[in-house]
T-cell receptor, first 111, second 113 residues
């Protein structure tokens, strides 16, 4: 069974701090996606990483896909209150089209 | 281009009633997925449909739950004889094809009293 574990589960930081969220699996994924979900809304896709070792940047967010395609990280530089939300990693099941979601990291950034 | 639309956004039902959740995919998307999110948890896959066909229902409870995606109209997730444990957020996603990016709707929050 493919599982995605995220850490930390909760993160509370002050505005301006840096942080890293991890998404780990014992299984290889063909790609991994990162979503952010705000209260009362659906997940919004931030990025898809496909190639082992790939690094993608989205303004202050940096996403990395592990060389073995079993893990990924999300680094936020100089966090802002607007970054507050639930961050979810997800990857496609080997045999079907369904997405397997990670356990989630709830980030709170205080002004 | 309108995104994935779901209605209602909030639904309250008493135990034993039926809940019907609707999902209109993005224009041009013929693949629909339903996921359930319990409080403080990630999303869990329920069912994957294409027009008039159920492709994968491996995540759907065998009783009381059904889904359809007719030739015309939205996809419907139906929960019969709801119980308190059905209270959750139900999200629909759509994609233009197999193995393509899934885009999520805002969800329907079901509360069973």
């Amino acid at each position: 069974t493919q599982l995605l574990e995220q850490s930390p589960q909760f993160l509370s930081i002050q505005e301006g701090e840096n942080l890293t969220v991890y998404c780990n699996s014992s299984s290889v994924f063909s790609s991994l996606q990162w979503y952010r979900q705000e209260p009362g809304e659906g997940p919004v896709l931030l990025v898809t990483v496909v190639t082992g070792g790939e690094v993608k940047k989205l303004k202050r967010l940096t996403f990395q896909f592990g060389d073995a395609r079993k893990d990924s990280s999300l680094h936020i530089t100089a966090a802002q209150p607007g970054d507050t939300g639930l961050y979810l990693c997800a990857g496609p099941d080997h045999n079907t089209d369904k997405l397997i979601f990670g356990t989630g990291t709830r980030l709170q950034v205080f002004p | 281009n309108a995104g994935v639309m779901q209605n209602p956004r909030h639904l309250v039902r008493r135990r034993g009633q039926e809940a019907r959740l609707r999902c209109s995919p993005m224009k041009g998307h013929s693949h629909v997925y339903w996921y359930r999110q319990l409080p403080e948890e990630g999303l869990k896959f329920m069912v994957y449909l294409q027009k008039e066909n159920i492709i994968d229902e491996s995540g759907m409870p065998k009783e009381r739950f059904s889904a359809e995606f007719p030739k015309e109209g939205p996809s419907i997730l139906r929960i019969q004889q709801v119980v308190r444990g059905d209270s959750a957020a139900y999200f629909c996603a759509s994609s233009p094809g197999q193995r393509e990016t899934q885009y999520f709707g805002p969800g329907t929050r079901l509360l069973v009293l």
